[in-house]
């Protein structure tokens, strides 16, 4: 493992460079999400009404969701009632999901715990003696989201994050250690959360209770439907 280590940390060699996307041809878009999306097939065009109708509607849902953290702050059973979840279920406006998701997995609270301060990084550097995913990891990493702006070039700063989380978490989690899932799911959380935030929201997803039985009633929706 020792022999496996230092090659990664050389390609993951961090960039402390601003994200840019750069297309090969004018064929290609990027979505407000942060997917490029091949246009050899040009979309059907909308008009400039309805398109600003959706800008406003959005705006809208915007402002209600800042207005309805702000009341969070002050009632922490707020996200139990019933507008917040009906909220939820209309979707979460991409400005504000870092904040909601957050407070949703009380990542704050987690993060302070005296148990678990320095235990990322504690991880992250016993993965580099006694890690045995490294490979598999990397190698899933190369094929994760890899139209989104963040993982699109390989072994960029994201790539390098997910790297990290996945080896770390395989250590924390012996029982699970790791899987390819994971991957998916940790890539989904560090588009809208930091390194460390990722970690522990994954390592909740996967052992809380509430979240996992949660996870695997939608999943069974899903399915269903």
């Given at each position: 493992m020792l022999r496996i280590f230092p090659f990664f940390r050389l390609k993951y060699a961090y960039i402390n460079q601003p994200l840019t996307f750069k297309s090969p041809t004018n064929l290609h878009s990027l979505c407000s999400f942060g997917f490029v999306h091949d246009q050899k097939f040009p979309s059907p065009q909308e008009d400039k009404k309805t398109i600003d109708k959706k800008l406003e509607v959005l705006a809208q849902r915007e402002r209600k969701w800042i207005k309805m953290i702000s009341k969070w702050?002050?009632?922490?059973?707020?996200?139990?009632?019933?507008?917040?979840?009906?909220?939820?279920?209309?979707?979460?406006?991409?400005?504000?999901?870092?904040?909601?998701?957050?407070?949703?997995?009380?990542l704050n609270e987690v993060m302070e715990e005296a148990k678990n301060k320095d235990k990322y990084q504690a991880m992250l550097s016993l993965a580099r003696v006694h890690g045995t995913e490294a490979r598999q990891i990397d190698s899933d990493v190369n094929r994760q989201f890899r139209e989104h702006i963040f993982f699109r070039e390989r072994y960029n700063l994201k790539q390098q994050q997910l790297f990290n989380v996945l080896v770390a978490y395989s250590m924390y989690n012996s029982e699970v250690g790791y899987c390819q899932g994971m991957s998916t799911l940790a890539g989904m959380l560090l588009m809208y959360l930091g390194e460390e935030e990722t970690f522990w929201a994954l390592n909740i997803l996967l052992t809380d209770k509430k979240a996992v039985s949660y996870t695997h009633l939608r999943a069974h929706e899903t399915g269903r439907n």
């Open positions: 702050k002050l009632d922490k059973e707020f996200s139990t009632k019933e507008k917040f979840a009906k909220r939820v279920h209309k979707g979460i406006p991409d400005k504000v999901r870092n904040v909601v998701w957050s407070r949703l997995l009380n």
